[in-house]
């Protein structure tokens, strides 16, 4: 990867942005801290990021302006963002696409419950980029202690 990232461990999802160092303070998307110093930022989607996070950045590139965080768990469920009335939530069809896609390769997808530090940041996340989600990464398998 070109930029100045290419030396940083980079996840699935920080590699399809186009990195460039951050120049002003901001909030990293990942883990909500503040970026003094060493930060990203994406040219094509804004998504800023301190370099350690960009390791485990979910959030994929969708080439435009990412939009500001929207409230997703916790809320009246026929509250939840649909795209038409009467729909299943981007989250429900998402999160069951993933399952399906996976469930016949990984071994305690069913029955693993994720570590719960990992899905609070999933869902810090989808709160934050909602449909552009990557969670390849993300496996009970690969999380063995919960
Ligand atoms: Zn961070
Ligand atoms: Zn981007």
Redesign the pocket.
């Known amino acids: 990867m070109p930029g100045p990232f290419r030396n940083a461990a980079l996840s699935k999802a920080a590699q399809t942005h186009r990195l460039r160092k951050l120049r002003a303070p901001s909030k990293?998307r990942?883990?909500?801290?503040i970026?003094m110093v060493n930060g990203a930022e994406c040219e094509e989607c804004s998504l800023t990021?301190?370099r350690?996070?960009l390791e485990s950045v979910a959030i994929l590139c969708g080439h435009r302006k990412l939009q500001g965080k929207v409230c997703l768990f916790g809320v009246d469920f026929a509250q939840a963002p649909r795209t038409t009335p009467g729909e299943i939530p981007f989250i429900i069809r998402k999160c069951t696409a993933e399952i399906e896609s996976r469930a016949l390769g990984l071994q305690g997808i069913y029955r693993v419950s994720g570590s719960k530090v990992r899905v609070s940041k999933l869902c810090q996340s989808f709160e934050s980029g909602r449909e552009l989600i990557d969670m390849s990464e993300n496996s009970p398998t690969t999380s063995p202690t919960s």
Do not use: N, S
Request: glycine share 10%.
């Open positions: 990293c990942e883990c909500e801290g970026i990021c301190h350690k996070c």
